[in-house]
């Protein structure tokens, strides 16, 4: 395919390379005099492994050179990656000048040279900035509709700078956020013959996907240096602490607990959690992710209430008290405290979980509910007819077949979802649907 790369940097320079390198004809541009003539003679303008090499390989067979004409970039290519810069504002926002400016130019050049034409947006930009900013951008300038005229796609990079090449050619994953399926089908082509898993997915989740990694790679930093901190105030030796917990691939390393759901509770979590941030007061080490894991937590649980709040409506159903389902555990539950919340602001509750039963309650379990919602007892029902025919607003908190099966649809009932039901994709289409975080 004949490709433009638009900036050459870290990720346009060793996509431009390495594009080359496996047969396109690219042409890189940047608003750089120095950049565009070191790629011309055979120099990458960045200090990367193995990109020095691929770069002359490129430039000597003539599938590679630079420039710094928009509009010559445009008339010789028929797809074009973006990877301009997108840094922080001062105050944290995210600066899209380069964004704009270069969606105009390239725009202004197609309007020229007429014809369909495949932009992708590999710069790293908050959901909603292709399709709310650039699109209308790239329509205006272009004379047409994007998606019909113009391709448009999102496919953000997954390279670490010092093993970039590296990357590009064994991906983690390839993610295709496509404004329409030919669209998507450019950029599936440009990759065809690489390694890992496509996934081609609407614009916004692809924007949202380098966010929900960047986001985790360095929560997961964080994680290690704090409880590495905290280890070697208590005596631990912190690498065979993790060692140990990163053979764990069930419950550690794995998909558990990474899907959006409800808070979490329970007799472990929230005490173990309390009991580390206080060992790591004590040895003054500072821990502020472990320490605000469980406010976190808390608020996620107050997004529920809200959600009620917002419907204007009293009388309330919830499916789900202990903290997970096939116990009656209730010691720390969420959804004993929501239920707490409910009930103090005066809503008219009805609760049914069928693995609760008060005569069955015993011990630490039974002391707990009592002093937390002494009157569960005039609460509960026996059934979930009985929640169903009472609730204007149910909140979802089990995946019980009986409930489900028995969930009113689009009757005028909200349901307020807090575990994802199974239909829920049928589900948003409905009135009444509220996702707790989806």
Not at 96 to 123: D, K, N, P, Q
Not at 224 to 251: T, Y
Not at 255 to 275: E, I, M, N, V, W
Request: proline share 5%.
């Amino acid at each position: 395919m004949r490709v433009s790369v638009f900036g050459l940097g870290y990720v346009g320079c060793v996509s431009a390379a390495c594009l080359a390198g496996m047969g396109h004809q690219v042409v890189g541009v940047d608003v750089n005099r120095v950049k565009v003539d070191l790629v011309n003679d055979g120099r990458a303008p960045v200090v990367e492994e193995r990109i020095g090499e691929l770069v002359a390989e490129a430039v000597a067979a003539g599938s590679l050179r630079a420039t710094g004409d928009v509009r010559e970039a445009i008339r010789d290519s028929e797809v074009s990656l973006i990877c301009v810069g997108t840094p922080s504002e001062p105050n944290g926002s995210l600066c899209t000048t380069y964004l704009e400016r270069v969606t105009e130019e390239i725009g202004a050049a197609l309007a020229e040279r007429g014809g369909r034409h495949t932009v992708v947006f590999r710069s790293t930009m908050l959901p909603g900035t292709c399709l709310n900013l650039l699109v209308p951008i790239l329509e205006k300038y272009v004379g047409g509709t994007a998606g019909v005229d113009v391709g448009v796609a999102v496919n953000p990079e997954f390279l670490r700078e010092g093993t970039s090449v590296k990357d590009f050619f064994d991906p983690p994953k390839t993610v295709i956020g496509e404004l329409d399926a030919a669209s998507g089908d450019v950029v599936a082509a440009l990759y065809e013959g690489l390694p890992g898993e496509v996934f081609r997915v609407p614009v916004a989740t692809a924007e949202a996907i380098k966010y929900a990694d960047n986001a985790f790679h360095g929560l997961k930093i964080g994680f290690a240096n704090e409880l590495g901190a905290v280890c070697r105030a208590l005596g631990v030796d912190s690498h065979q602490v993790m060692d140990v917990f990163l053979a764990d691939r069930k419950l550690n390393i794995s998909p558990a607990y990474l899907r959006p759901g409800f808070a979490f509770g329970g007799s472990c979590l929230p005490k173990d959690l309390r009991s580390l941030v206080h060992a790591a007061q004590r040895a003054d080490v500072s821990v502020p992710i472990l320490s605000h894991v469980l406010p976190s937590n808390a608020d996620h649980l107050q997004r529920a209430v809200e959600l009620v709040e917002r419907t204007g409506r009293r009388r309330v159903g919830l499916f789900g008290l202990s903290f997970k389902p096939g116990t009656d555990d209730l010691r720390e539950s969420p959804l004993v405290e929501l239920a707490e919340r409910l009930f103090g602001k005066g809503y008219d509750l009805r609760i049914h979980d069928a693995n609760v039963s008060l005569s069955r309650l015993l011990g630490a379990n039974r002391e707990y509910i009592e002093n937390r919602l002494p009157h569960l007892a005039q609460l509960l029902a026996d059934t979930v007819e009985e929640v169903v025919e009472h609730a204007e607003v149910i909140l979802v908190g089990t995946g019980d077949p009986a409930v489900l099966e028995q969930l009113p649809h689009g009757d005028g009932t909200v349901i307020v979802d807090l575990v994802r039901l199974p239909d829920a994709e049928a589900r948003r289409t409905e009135p009444g649907y509220v996702g707790l975080a989806w």
